[in-house]
């Protein structure tokens, strides 16, 4: 049996591979944080959960329904972080989207409260967000 955490994780991925916001909205703690790094349009802090879910609807939107997360792997490290690695995909015009990042969730009381990205290739992801 896996740890409540990971399935947790699990249950992200999924709903957001299917676009359930709702689904996602459930997993987030209302003051969460998801930090978007690098140096692009899309960088930044996001605060609180609808800010979050806007911040996803953009990266569908912005690659015309294209972003992609394939999950690959999931670790738990200690009672409150899980480590999951996703292949990004996507498209924008003539540029593609096609590497690993890894996002490490902390969780609070079966809840989202912080993610952190980090990226295989950060040049290349903030190219292709710009």
């Known amino acids: 049996m896996a740890h409540p ?3 947790l994780v699990r249950k992200g991925y999924d709903a957001f591979g299917k676009g359930d916001m709702d689904t996602l909205r459930s997993l987030f703690a209302p003051d969460a944080v998801h930090n978007a ?3 692009n349009p899309l960088s930044g802090e996001y605060k609180g959960v609808d800010d979050i879910l806007a911040f996803y609807g953009k990266l569908f939107e ?8 394939e999950l690959k792997s ?3 490290e ?3 972080k899980v480590v999951a690695t996703h292949r990004d995909g996507g498209q924008r015009g003539d540029k593609t989207l096609d ?3 890894t996002l490490t969730f902390t969780i609070s009381g ?3 409260t912080r993610l ?3 990226h295989s290739d950060q040049a290349a992801y903030d190219a292709f967000w710009s």
Do not use: R, Y
């Not at 912005?62 to 997360?69: E, I, N, Q």
């Open 5 to 7: 955490n990971e399935d």
């Open 37 to 39: 790094t690098g140096n």
């Open 62 to 69: 912005l690659s015309d329904g294209t972003f992609t997360a």
């Open 74 to 76: 999931v670790k738990v």
């Open 78 to 80: 200690g009672d409150d």
């Open 99 to 101: 590497q690993d990042e």
């Open 110 to 112: 079966g809840k989202f």
């Open 116 to 118: 952190e990205e980090k």
